[in-house]
């Protein structure tokens, strides 16, 4: 049941690094359910998001979304990107993993990006019926191959109602 929700977490976490102030928020929401998320990134980071747009802008289960992510890099993306992804269920640990930015089917972000704007769509994917009505907190570090810090965000996904 966790592992449906990963591709909608993977989508959503390519957003900007570690530090407890929020520097933006941007929450969509729906009758169906709420998708919020704080960057707690620092202006230095690698990336940093302007724009994230989920369409359709109300997560439902069992329909299929798209998500489009818009920001900017001050150096090149390489391969060898990561992301340090938590998911909580209240203070319960479901999932700590690392994941791939660069080699991620749900992604479909292809490395090395080069500097600059960018922006980058994930192609549809359905959000399963199995996903239980809960609210979900995510943490999500992301650093480049190098180590140095690319992005720190933490959303809330809402499927309560």
């Not at 994941?99 to 994917?125: M, R």
Request: hydrophobic letters at 40%; proline letters at 6%.
């Amino acid at each position: 049941m966790l592992l449906s929700l990963f591709p909608l977490i993977s989508t959503l976490l390519t957003a900007t690094t570690a530090t407890p102030s929020p520097i933006a928020q941007s929450p969509l929401a729906s009758s169906q359910g709420r998708f919020s998320w704080t960057d707690l990134g620092l202006p230095e980071d690698i990336l940093q998001i302007s724009k994230l747009t989920i369409d359709p802008d109300a997560l439902e289960t069992g329909t299929n979304y798209t998500i489009t992510h818009t920001g900017t890099l001050s150096a090149d993306l390489e391969e060898g990107a990561t992301v340090d992804l938590t998911i909580k269920l209240g203070l319960i640990k479901l999932l700590a993993t690392t994941i791939d930015l660069c080699d991620n089917e749900y992604l479909k972000l292809e490395c090395p990006v080069a500097k600059g704007e960018v922006s980058w769509t994930t192609e549809s994917a359905m959000l399963p019926r199995e996903v239980p009505k809960a609210k979900f907190k995510i943490q999500a570090v992301g650093l480049t191959a190098e180590d140095e810090d690319l992005f720190s965000v933490e959303a809330e996904v809402d499927f309560r109602g």
